[in-house]
């Protein structure tokens, strides 16, 4: 299966596109998609969209793994990042993809073992596993990775697949 690991949010939307086969990931592509600050939201919102619809285009993956929305005390960031993510849940429903969802949380315990691992943690751990030459960057790729890396974990059973339908 070909996954599309998901960091959403409105300035940057990391991006990682894995294969996953036998129990072994292959790395096919990994990036982010960056907005201009100062730019209308609502242009920011169609470059992730023409951006995100390329990117399905070029790795035709079959799965779409996106990480849930984690409010802190910025409400206005919260709501920002919540649009992008309905624009990149729309791309992914428009391309026919399966899409699940994974908390930070569930992140971490995938790809680390510990829940309320540290984000270096989570970095060298995705460099470790995928045989990377060097840590991916910025940071939202490599958590794009991890939602991958999770959703080949968690979501490639079948128990998984009879859940999340």
Not at 127 to 148: E, N, Q, W
Request: overall charge neutral.
């Amino acid at each position: 299966m070909v996954i599309l690991g998901i960091d959403p949010g409105l300035a940057i939307v990391g991006w990682g596109v894995l294969e996953y086969r036998g129990g072994r990931f292959k790395t096919l592509g990994y990036g982010a998609i960056t907005t201009p600050a100062g730019t209308k939201t609502e242009d920011r919102l169609l470059q992730i969209q023409e951006e995100l619809t390329r990117l399905i285009e070029t790795y035709h993956p079959e799965e779409m793994a996106v990480e849930e929305l984690f409010f802190n005390t910025n409400i206005t960031t919260g709501i920002r990042v919540a649009e992008a993510r309905g624009v990149i849940l729309l791309c992914g429903a428009t391309a026919g993809l399966r899409i699940a969802e994974y908390t930070p949380l569930q992140v971490k315990q995938a790809v680390v073992g510990y829940g309320r691992a540290e984000k270096r943690q989570v970095i060298a751990m995705v460099t470790s596993i995928l045989g990377l030459k060097s840590p991916p960057k910025p940071d939202d790729t490599a958590d794009a990775l991890a939602i991958a890396v999770c959703h080949g974990h968690c979501g490639a059973s079948r128990l998984a697949k009879y859940f999340n339908q």
